[in-house]
Nanobody, 126 residues
């Protein structure tokens, strides 16, 4: 089992940056593909980014390509989401999640995830 705790959310102006972190418990972090998802008020949860176990494969939703970067440090049991050029429409609760499925299976599919953090709120003001 994996427990996930996100941090790094907050209030930022449009055009600004934030770096989200997700710390995982347990000694098997490197055996999980990791994903970032978000959910805005009144909207469905949506895929943001995914990263493979080794970090060699990274997949992104079209709306964040070129602005967000996902990375992981297996020695620190942590996955990151660097968010640049933030827009008001990026406002949402951001969740990290872990899955034993492949990166391509979890991309765009929140139902493929096995474990979830509680989320961290990102608010982008215009």
């Amino acid at each position: 089992q994996v427990q996930l705790v996100e941090s790094g959310g907050g209030l930022v102006q449009a055009g600004g940056s934030l770096r989200l972190s997700c710390a995982a418990s347990g000694r098997t972090f490197s055996s999980y593909a990791m994903g970032w998802f978000r959910q805005a008020p009144g909207k469905e949860r949506e895929f943001v980014a995914a990263i493979s176990r080794s970090g060699g494969i990274k997949l992104y939703a079209d709306f964040v390509k070129g602005r967000f970067t996902v990375s992981r440090d297996n020695a620190k049991n942590t996955v990151y989401l660097q968010m640049n050029s933030l827009k008001p429409e990026d406002t949402a609760v951001y969740y990290c999640a872990a899955s034993q499925k492949t990166t391509r299976e979890i991309a765009g599919n929140w139902r493929a995830m096995d474990y979830w953090g509680k989320g961290t709120l990102v608010t982008v003001s215009s």
